[in-house]
C-alpha cells in the first residue's frame, strides 16, 4: 500500500505543479485549503457511516477516499510524505507499551 500512496501522492504534487483542465484534484488546489478541510471532514464522516453500517465494501471506498483527500491536504500544506512515512514509522516503534490506565474514583 505504501507504493500506491506515495505514487498518488507524486500525482497529486505534479497537479499542483502543472494544472490539467478537468483535473478534480486541480479544482481542490484552486477552491483552497477551506475546501480541501470540508473534503477530508466528509471523507471521514463517509468512513465512519459506512463501517457503522458494516458494509465493507462502502468502508473500503471511502477510506481510499479520505487517504486521497489526506494526500490532497497534505500537498497543499507542503508536508512531504516522507515526513509522514517517517513518523508513521517512529510511531511503529512504540507497538506494544501499554499505557496505564488511570484509576478513577467514580464515588467523590
Not at 13 to 25: A, D, I, V
Not at 51 to 65: L, Y
Not at 87 to 108: A, F, H, P, W, Y
Amino acid at each position: 500500500m505504501n507504493d500506491v500512496l506515495k505514487e498518488l501522492y507524486q500525482v497529486v504534487l505534479s497537479r499542483r505543479g502543472k494544472p490539467q483542465e478537468g483535473s478534480y484534484t486541480c479544482y481542490l488546489f484552486a477552491q483552497g485549503l477551506d475546501k480541501i478541510l470540508k473534503k477530508v471532514g466528509e471523507e471521514s464522516s463517509e468512513t465512519i457511516i459506512a463501517a457503522k453500517n458494516g458494509n465493507r465494501e462502502a468502508t473500503v471506498g471511502e477510506i481510499c477516499d479520505l487517504l486521497y483527500h489526506v494526500l490532497v491536504l497534505m500537498a497543499q500544506q507542503d508536508i512531504p510524505y516522507d515526513d509522514v512515512a517517517a513518523e508513521l514509522k517512529q510511531r511503529s516503534l512504540k507497538i506494544g507499551n501499554l499505557k496505564v490506565m488511570k484509576q478513577t474514583d467514580k464515588n467523590t
